[in-house]
């Protein structure tokens, strides 16, 4: 099957006890059993949930991978990921990811005995300078938040693979319409749903998708064992968002580079960041492994102060000034005080991340809409 058949009708079936074409939210805690172990295979609802084995399942056909294993977030389905590894272990990330995903490593699991270390990983070659043999888990993000840096998810998974150590990539802001890293050699790749999965801003839910059953396996026990499940409800509605996921990731890669390319010609926006350009550093890769380049562009201004990103950021109509990203709206942040305010400064300003760094996440609007927005905006600096 190909992609958008599959992100309409994998791992769903017409409801056996009633033959509802949807996937019914089986808002239920608990299953009868006729005899004691004598059950239709659901017990309790931590453990299984017909919803959440849907959205699993049809996670798992759009990534290429056996099996899918769902959270109440993306940052509880990173949180299941690192709980693979033991305390000395460390984990090598790519230095521009998302704030939560440093939080997390910094603030919680280097208590518990991991350590992290963030490092550039556009060169895949360099790398492996960062290795120990301690080294169990290689987190990739690509492309980066918010600076849209690419990383050679391949090189580095070959790499990662001759020396036995996992890896992971963080698809989110590629979503698997235009990316699939199990398939460039990624042992898991994890989704913060809440975005282009979602794709309606309605909800928050995270994902795991694996290539081995071994591994599957570990983390439905941590699954179980920890808890962090997502709802029903949550998981019905990313499974209704996915049903559009081709179709509105499309939309918004082709406003995007409209759009992209509106801010390079503009005299007030200083650089413009998108993998699209042909002179991004990463273009060539990112035209190697995704299949467009996605829906998210961020620039910076000539003149770099917070205040005049604040006037570009408070005088947007159509873009709503708001976290998060994905969905069919149009969203405007500022990464150094919304996303990023957990990094500090001189660790941002290392990889470009500006006081009037501006991200914008396009959505399915008419994108003469979206420019004419920009361009008012601009008229206030
Ligand atoms: C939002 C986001 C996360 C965290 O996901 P939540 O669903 O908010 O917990 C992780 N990685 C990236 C790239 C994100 O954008």
């Avoid at 960041?273 to 273009?283: A, I, R």
Wanted: proline letters at 4%.
């Amino acid at each position: 099957m190909k992609f958008a058949t599959k992100a309409i009708h994998a791992g769903v079936t017409p409801d056996p006890s009633t033959g509802a074409v949807m996937t019914p939210i089986y808002q239920t805690s608990t299953y009868a059993q006729a005899a004691p172990g004598d059950h239709k295979g659901y017990e309790y609802a931590r453990t299984q949930n017909p919803t959440r084995h849907a959205l699993e399942a049809n996670l798992a056909a759009l990534e290429n991978g056996v099996d899918g294993i769902c959270f109440g977030s993306g940052m509880a389905a990173m949180d299941a990921i690192l709980k693979l590894l033991n305390a000395g272990d460390e984990v090598v990330a790519t230095n521009d990811l998302y704030g939560g995903s440093y939080r997390i490593i910094t603030k919680i699991y280097e208590r518990f005995g991991l350590k992290g270390h963030f490092v550039p990983m556009y060169d895949a070659a360099r790398v492996e300078q960062y290795l120990t043999k301690n080294t169990k888990l290689l987190w990739i993000e690509t492309p980066t938040n918010p600076m849209l840096n690419i990383v050679d998810i391949e090189a580095i998974c070959k790499m990662a693979r001759e020396k036995g150590i996992l890896t992971c990539v963080d698809n989110t802001f590629a979503s698997p319409y235009l990316q699939n890293p199990l398939d460039l050699g990624a042992d898991m790749v994890v989704h913060s749903a809440t975005k282009y999965l979602g794709g309606h801003s309605d909800t928050v839910l995270g994902a795991v998708v694996v290539k081995e059953q071994e591994l599957a396996d570990r983390l439905h026990f941590i699954q179980n064992a920890s808890g962090g499940v997502p709802g029903p409800m949550d998981c019905f509605l990313v499974l209704r968002g996915i049903k559009t996921l081709h179709l509105r990731v499309q939309r918004a890669c082709e406003s995007a580079e409209k759009i992209a390319n509106y801010l390079k010609s503009h005299p007030k926006a200083h650089h413009v960041y998108y993998p699209g350009f042909t002179d991004h550093p990463g273009h060539a890769v990112a035209k190697k492994q995704m299949r467009h380049f996605g829906g998210m562009v961020s620039f910076d201004l000539e003149n770099d102060t917070f205040e005049n990103a604040k006037k570009i950021l408070s005088k947007t109509e159509i873009f709503t000034l708001a976290e998060s990203l994905g969905g069919v709206e149009s969203l405007i942040g500022h990464p150094a005080s919304m996303t990023h305010a957990s990094i500090p400064k001189e660790e941002r300003m290392k990889v470009g991340l500006t006081d009037s760094l501006i991200r914008l996440s396009i959505g399915v609007e008419d994108v003469e809409d979206l420019i004419s927005d920009l361009e008012r905006a601009f008229t206030f600096l």
